[in-house]
């Protein structure tokens, strides 16, 4: 695989203020600065608004810099011949500030002193707070965006969609809904996981400043383009790595199916599902190339010269938590993590991780939802979801081995975090987890560490967007395997 790919670094807005003040200690401009982003912004915005035949445009400014962004933006939209308001809650006190201010009145814009809109608008741009808010608004402040997110007109973002939490992607309690975001110097890493992407929109970084040797990113954001070498004419099914997939209680057999599938489906040469009897003959009319054991049959001879045989194993999907599922748990997981096999550990073999917690080895990759998180780390999810960074590194740190926190914005944690901007909400449904650890065990079996964890995440994102072109609702899993075959043959 070509390794040489460009990551976009994002960063947490502590690093982003650190950088812009070591800049102002070089005796550079903070109004300066300000100039460069509003100027940067606003040749974004006119070809935008010149293919959407938009016009009017209100600006509304909060009390910060971020304000003062949007009073420049304002008057270079004026200049470029657009109608421009501006609405503001009361004039901020910084010099910048109101300079910016005084610029757009002498330039012809109207500033309204509350955010009473005067008229309908084709545009609105909210530069109402920065990347410094971290605390709930009051409730005045919670109006006010709850009065611009029903207009009609396109919303953009000067930074941050206001409301947002910069760094862990969470509403404060109302965040702007934004079709835009033009976020300043860098990419800040609460667009892009939890709630942020529902409320950024489209992102594009307004860079201004030259990054110093003391910026350094959280994350990176997955690249999605991702190509798989050509297979060789002389290759044959041994040459393609063989997924072993472990579960299925009697009452739960769609799931390693479904992993089975996609294991296959990804490009497996070879894939042995070990589950309750009850379940082969299903799986054999799906898809008789998969070999089957049952589940109850197996002894320890027998487990060890089967885990010589493959080269990844998946499990824990429908291995239920019973004391059926509890003994089969004590007797492969062991085995497993003593072994040099790629390890994929999802559902319930997650839950029984978090009742007996233990290091995994490094070649363990385990794929939580907010709640399996939530039960591993003995917290809540939504104190999960309040901060997904935090928490991925809270699971890698307990247990070691990679982590995929999965969600909107999932979240890879390997040698470093990365994060996924694929995928789409019609993924939300039963069975994409198990679709996703079959993948993983798939592509880690053929190509070990010559593939890393986020770009199978990615793969899995991309396959769920191949699948989604006809629409997200009604979704199912189980159609996966065909967009899966698409996606890691392009």
Request: glycine share 10%.
């Amino acid at each position: 695989m070509q390794r040489q790919v460009y990551h976009s670094p994002v960063y947490h807005s502590q690093s982003i203020q650190a950088w812009e003040q070591r800049w102002f200690a070089q005796q550079n401009s903070s109004y300066g600065l300000m100039q460069q982003v509003a100027w940067g912004i606003t040749q974004h915005l006119i070809p935008l608004f010149a293919q959407g035949n938009i016009q009017k445009i209100a600006v509304c400014c909060g009390q910060g810099n971020n304000a003062g962004d949007g009073y420049l933006v304002g008057k270079y939209l004026k200049q470029a011949g657009f109608q421009v308001e501006i609405y503001v809650a009361e004039k901020g006190c910084s010099q910048d500030l109101a300079l910016a201010c005084q610029e757009a009145i002498d330039a012809g814009i109207t500033v309204y002193p509350n955010f009473e809109f005067q008229a309908e608008y084709d545009a609105y741009i909210d530069a109402l707070f920065g990347i410094g808010l971290n605390r709930e608004l009051n409730e005045e402040w919670q109006r006010i965006i709850q009065s611009i997110n029903p207009q009609n007109g396109l919303k953009i973002a000067v930074d941050i969609p206001s409301g947002l939490n910069a760094n862990t992607g969470q509403p404060l309690p109302v965040s702007i809904e934004a079709d835009y975001t033009y976020t300043a110097l860098g990419l800040k890493v609460g667009l892009f996981t939890g709630q942020g992407q529902a409320y950024a929109g489209k992102v594009e970084c307004i860079s201004a400043i030259p990054i110093d040797a003391e910026l350094k990113p959280v994350a990176y954001l997955s690249n999605t383009h991702i190509h798989l070498p050509k297979r060789l004419a002389f290759g044959h099914k041994g040459s393609y790595g063989h997924v072993l997939v472990i579960g299925g209680h009697a009452d739960m057999g769609g799931a390693v199916i479904m992993a089975a599938e996609s294991a296959f489906a990804a490009g497996a040469g070879k894939v042995t599902v070990i589950c309750d009897a009850k379940h082969h003959m299903a799986i054999l009319s799906r898809a008789p190339n998969i070999m089957l054991r049952d589940i109850n049959a197996i002894d320890e001879d027998q487990r060890d010269h089967l885990l010589q045989q493959v080269d990844a194993v998946c499990f824990g999907m429908g291995l239920g938590r019973d004391l059926w599922a509890e003994q089969h748990y004590q007797f492969w997981f062991s085995a497993i993590q003593q072994s040099d096999l790629e390890i994929v550990l999802d559902a319930d073999a997650l839950w029984f991780l978090s009742k007996q917690p233990e290091k995994l080895n490094s070649r363990t990759y385990c794929t939580p939802h907010p709640g399996e998180a939530a039960t591993l780390l003995g917290s809540k999810t939504q104190d999960i979801e309040a901060d997904r960074i935090t928490a991925i590194h809270a699971l890698q740190q307990k247990y070691a081995g990679q982590w995929v926190l999965k969600g909107s914005g999932s979240l890879i944690l390997e040698d470093q975090l990365y994060i996924c901007t694929a995928g789409n909400p019609g993924m939300g449904t039963g069975g994409m987890g198990d679709v996703l650890a079959g993948m993983i065990a798939s592509l880690k079996a053929q190509f070990h560490e010559d593939i890393h964890l986020h770009e199978i995440v990615t793969l899995h994102a991309l396959a769920g967007d191949e699948l989604a072109k006809h629409g997200q609702r009604g979704l199912q899993a189980q159609y996966m395997k065909q967009a899966i075959y698409k996606v890691v043959n392009l």
